[in-house]
């Protein structure tokens, strides 16, 4: 009994910000709606597209090639991947002499995935733009 008190007492911050996250929420969207101004007329001036006070040319909708989102792809998962290395400099002195170098070849291990997947999507021609 007195372990499911416990566990219940270690909750109990956690029980008490999701209620006032959930009543601020709500309060917050019910003055919105009551209070709110709403559009009183639609006009073709409002629905145009916003470009910083500069008339658009053309349509505000356009289609990318979907190469800039295989290069967005590709740089996100090689940024997360150097992301993983930080720790890993910062723990290299101080494990170096307990580990036996273990740590510089994991590290090695890391790199030459990486390397291997660059060479693989530049033979696949996933960075050229012709």
């Known amino acids: 009994m007195q372990a499911d008190s416990a566990a219940l007492i270690s909750y109990t911050a956690v029980i008490a910000m ?3 996250a959930l009543i601020l929420t709500t309060v917050l969207l019910t003055i919105n709606k009551i209070l709110g101004q709403r559009p009183t007329e639609r006009t ?3 629905d145009d597209t916003y470009e910083c006070g500069v008339d658009y040319v053309g349509s505000g909708h356009q289609q ?3 190469r800039y989102y295989l290069v967005a792809l ?3 998962l090689f ?4 992301v993983f290395m930080y720790p890993w400099t910062l723990t290299y002195k ?3 002499a307990t580990s036996g170098g273990f740590i510089v070849w994991e590290v090695v291990l890391f790199s030459m995935i990486l ?3 660059y060479i693989y999507l530049r033979l696949r021609g996933a960075f050229d733009w012709d």
């Open 74 to 76: 590709i740089f996100l």
């Open 44 to 46: 073709r001036k409002k």
């Open 79 to 82: 940024d997360v991947e150097v």
């Open 64 to 66: 990318f090639s979907v």
């Open 115 to 117: 390397l291997g997947g």
């Open 18 to 20: 999701i209620a006032v």
């Open 94 to 96: 101080n494990y170096l």
